[in-house]
Every structure is written in structure tokens, then in C-alpha cells.
């Protein structure tokens, strides 16, 4: 059973930084994990991921260069790290880790608020 606990969300003000954590559990072997975001109103997006094993990272375009995502292999955690951040990255923020079954596995989500 995969289990994947997310935390690190908040409110911040324009401009500001969060780090959001993802750790998670259970022996399936990991292809990549990454994090989307869903703000009210709008379907799911993704925002970044990055391969379990070989680091290779790739971010949505609007997040690129303010963001980054990085994981612990033996902490079994995925982080992504949010600089400068905006209103519009204002959502709930989800972990996603994918096997090389293709089987997707989801957190619970965090709330992250970026007041302007």
C-alpha cells in the first residue's frame, strides 16, 4: 500500500518562499514523482517532476526558474521549493509518484495561499 503524506503549505505573501515536502511509504518501485496544483475553480495542473532515479527534473513553463523540485532517496521524500511566489500559484498542491507500471499514487493535498 502506497501512502503519500504531504506537508508544508501555508499562506505567504507575494514574493515569499515555501517548501513543500512529500514523503512516501510502501515498497513499489518509483518511476518518477512530481506535484500538480488545483486552483478553485480550474482542473488539476501539473506544475513539476522529477525521475526517481536518475534526478532528471521538468517543471511547467510558468514556474521555471521559481520553483524546484528535488527528492531524498533515502528519506523517500520529494520536495519542491517555491520562490517568489504569486497570487496565481495560489492552490492546493498534490504529490504524485508514478511506477514503472504506470500506476499513479496521490497525496491528500496542502493548501498553499499567496496573499498580494
Known amino acids: 500500500q502506497v501512502r503519500l503524506v504531504e506537508t508544508g503549505g501555508g499562506l505567504v505573501q507575494a514574493g515569499g518562499s515555501l517548501r513543500l515536502s512529500c514523503v512516501t511509504s510502501?515498497?513499489?518501485?518509483?518511476?518518477?514523482m512530481g506535484w500538480y496544483r488545483q486552483a478553485p475553480g480550474k482542473e488539476r495542473e501539473y506544475v513539476a517532476a522529477?525521475?526517481?532515479?536518475?534526478?532528471?527534473?521538468d517543471y511547467k513553463y510558468s514556474v521555471g526558474g521559481r520553483f524546484t523540485i528535488s527528492r531524498d532517496i533515502a528519506k523517500k521524500t520529494v520536495y519542491l521549493q517555491m520562490n517568489n511566489l504569486k497570487p496565481e500559484d495560489t492552490a492546493i498542491y498534490y504529490c504524485?509518484?508514478?511506477?514503472?507500471?504506470?500506476?499513479?499514487?496521490w497525496g491528500q493535498g496542502t493548501q498553499v495561499t499567496v496573499s498580494s
Open positions: 504524485n509518484q508514478r511506477g514503472f507500471d504506470n500506476l499513479e499514487y
Open positions: 510502501g515498497r513499489n518501485a518509483i518511476y518518477n
Open positions: 522529477i525521475g526517481w532515479n536518475n534526478g532528471g527534473t
